[in-house]
């Protein structure tokens, strides 16, 4: 008797990413091997529809959902999968690609689905800011700020949020905080605080290098102010994935973050702008999410 088929949903967000001019449909038929899968291809409508669809899948039995997108589609079809029996895939289609860089996942579209005909299956680690569940990273202040920014320039790319991010620089302060964690409290300015469940923002630009998205803990990264001289080393820091040597930025690692800002401060989670906040809670549940690579 022959194995079972893999049943996969695909979830594609065609408004996502620099690339969309692929043909993912003439893809999948070309590259899917139909002795081991079975698949279905539904497209995204309106933000938050991956949510939805994921869910419905899992409910109907597929044993894997690909998200067809960047960070915010594979944001989406995550939190539509948690608690479900259905593993999360990525076929990265988007701008920066965090998540699919961090667990390796080919960013060649026919190499990343050639993948999905005998993926390994793992658990990840979910983090948790005021309500909002991430995969990658999520943040306060100039990261959130220029995600804010990025989202309505226009145009996608590392270019544009070079270029978002350059002229934002000049404009953004630093807000007052208090951070609670591992029973000590600190006071200190916010330029940046990054809490990262995997190494990266995307696009190879290590927020983290050293987090474990499998290890129950978030690396917490502060940036209390950002002078032209440490932009310069914080920026070749995220390059060479050498921040925590450049005396750059602070890094601690906790499960558990209460912050308190003096004044409203934007956050995102997977780099999407969520809202301004002035109290924060950030948690973490480990092995929440299984993934399928």
Same mark, same amino acid.
């Given at each position: 008797?022959?194995?079972?088929?893999?049943?996969?949903?695909?979830?594609?967000?065609?408004?996502?990413? %620099?690339?969309?001019?692929?043909? /993912?449909?003439?893809? #999948?038929?070309?590259?899917?091997?139909?002795?081991? /899968?079975?698949? =279905?291809?539904?497209? %995204?409508?309106?933000?938050?529809?991956? &949510?939805?669809?994921?869910?419905?899948?899992?409910?109907?039995?597929?044993?894997?959902? /690909?998200?067809?997108?960047?960070?915010? %589609?594979?944001?989406?079809?995550?939190?539509?999968?948690?608690?479900?029996?259905?593993?999360?895939?990525?076929?990265?289609?988007?701008?920066?690609?965090?998540?699919?860089?961090?667990? *390796?996942?080919?960013?060649?579209?026919?190499?990343?689905?050639?993948?999905?005909?005998?993926?390994?299956?793992?658990?990840?680690?979910?983090?948790?800011?005021?309500?909002?569940?991430?995969?990658?990273?999520?943040?306060?202040?100039?990261?959130?700020?220029?995600?804010?920014?990025?989202?309505?320039?226009?145009?996608?790319?590392?270019?544009?949020?070079?270029?978002?991010?350059?002229? &934002?620089? *000049?404009?953004?302060?630093?807000?007052?905080?208090?951070?609670?964690?591992?029973?000590?409290?600190? =006071?200190?300015?916010?330029?940046?605080?990054?809490?990262?469940?995997?190494?990266?923002?995307?696009?190879?630009?290590?927020?983290?290098? +050293?987090?474990?998205?499998?290890?129950? #803990?978030?690396? #917490?990264? +502060?940036?209390?102010?950002?002078? +032209?001289?440490?932009?310069?080393?914080?920026?070749?820091?995220? $390059?060479?994935?050498? +921040?925590? %040597?450049?005396?750059?930025?602070?890094?601690?690692?906790?499960?558990?973050?209460?912050?308190? $800002?003096?004044?409203?401060?934007?956050?995102?989670?997977?780099?999407?702008?969520? =809202?301004?906040?002035?109290?924060?809670?950030?948690? #973490?549940?480990?092995?929440?999410? &299984? /993934?399928?690579?």
């Amino acid at each position: 008797m022959s194995p079972a088929k893999l049943r996969i949903c695909f979830i594609l967000n065609p408004n996502s990413g %620099t690339n969309r001019r692929q043909d /993912v449909p003439a893809l #999948l038929a070309q590259h899917l091997d139909p002795a081991l /899968v079975d698949y =279905e291809l539904q497209l %995204t409508q309106y933000a938050g529809h991956a &949510e939805t669809l994921a869910r419905e899948a899992a409910l109907t039995s597929f044993r894997v959902v /690909v998200a067809v997108g960047g960070d915010g %589609t594979v944001n989406e079809v995550g939190r539509g999968l948690l608690g479900s029996r259905a593993a999360l895939g990525i076929l990265p289609r988007g701008s920066g690609n965090g998540l699919a860089r961090h667990l *390796r996942v080919p960013l060649s579209l026919p190499a990343a689905i050639k993948r999905l005909n005998a993926p390994d299956f793992q658990r990840i680690d979910v983090g948790e800011i005021n309500g909002r569940r991430f995969f990658c990273t999520a943040g306060l202040g100039f990261d959130a700020h220029v995600s804010k920014c990025f989202a309505a320039a226009g145009t996608r790319g590392l270019a544009t949020y070079v270029r978002v991010a350059l002229r &934002e620089y *000049r404009r953004f302060r630093p807000v007052p905080v208090n951070v609670a964690f591992n029973n000590q409290t600190l =006071e200190t300015g916010c330029y940046v605080l990054a809490f990262a469940n995997a190494a990266q923002y995307g696009n190879n630009a290590y927020i983290a290098p +050293l987090a474990d998205i499998r290890d129950g #803990l978030l690396d #917490l990264c +502060l940036i209390d102010a950002l002078p +032209l001289g440490r932009a310069v080393r914080v920026g070749i820091g995220l $390059a060479l994935g050498d +921040l925590p %040597t450049s005396g750059a930025a602070v890094f601690h690692t906790s499960r558990q973050i209460q912050v308190h $800002a003096a004044a409203p401060l934007g956050f995102h989670v997977d780099g999407d702008y969520v =809202e301004d906040a002035q109290d924060f809670n950030i948690g #973490l549940e480990p092995l929440a999410l &299984e /993934v399928a690579i």
